[in-house]
């Protein structure tokens, strides 16, 4: 691995924990919303919090955020890497800087390759995140429990790995993540050799405001995708499944809530891709300003 390559599987890591921590109550919200739909439990997010908190606590809202905590790290890091070398193989000239459309290419490649890892991670985070009620009158006792219990059930394939399809269609439009990143800090006068003069303070300042503008692209282009899978994944662990594939879930919705249907949860997710996409991209930044550039 090149030092390069070093550097971004290093700030993906720190940029993981800082999205998790600063996103997971609003993930929490929105994923109660996108499963509970029209007619469900919850009339907005306001009131969803307001139950949330008042019912389970302050902790509530970080239900199921074990599994992408102690993930995340791992996951963005291999991410970055990934990404990392599927744009320098799609570059033709090697020497130079990617275009913001070489960076969307491997954006798309790298997000279809890191799917199959995070799949297992989001399936428990869902379920886990949809449980009410006390400790004893849930079905799932924390993230290994689940786990366990899902594979006995239903297997890999059809527990697990339910709701796939619509993952990979989330993390293939991380094009929408990485590209306006790279657009955004080119705008900003953050690309290489047009940023000194700055301190500090004045670069993190940017990469804030870069990193969530760009959370807001990203949700915009796969937020339908999104609702799908989470509906996906926390429906009853039963046989037959409640939806037989992203299909039957999307037409489902679409019959019960018409398009609006796909929106629901919106709100919440713009506001968490404020803070935890900034918090992610302000830590990569800061990791790579701290790391030496070659071991």
Known sequence: MGDGQWRSFVGGTSSGAALVIAGHPFDTIKVRLQTEGKGGRFTGAWDCLRQTMSKEGFFGLYKGVLPPLLFAG???STLFGMQSMAVNAIKNDKSRKPTVTETMKGAVVSGFAISFIVQPIEAVKARLQVQYGAKNEVKYHGMVDCFRKVVSNLGI????YR?????AL???SNYAYFGPYEFFRSKFGMTSGSSEGRSILQSMGITVLCGSLTGVCYWLCCYPFDVVKNKIMAAPDVRPPVYRNGYDCAVQIYRNAGWRGFTIGLAPCLLRALPANAAAFTAFELTMHLLPKSL
């Open 74 to 76: 791992f996951i963005n």
């Open 170 to 172: 989330c993390r293939m």
């Open 157 to 160: 394939r059809h527990g697990l």
């Open 163 to 167: 709701g796939w399809t619509m993952t």
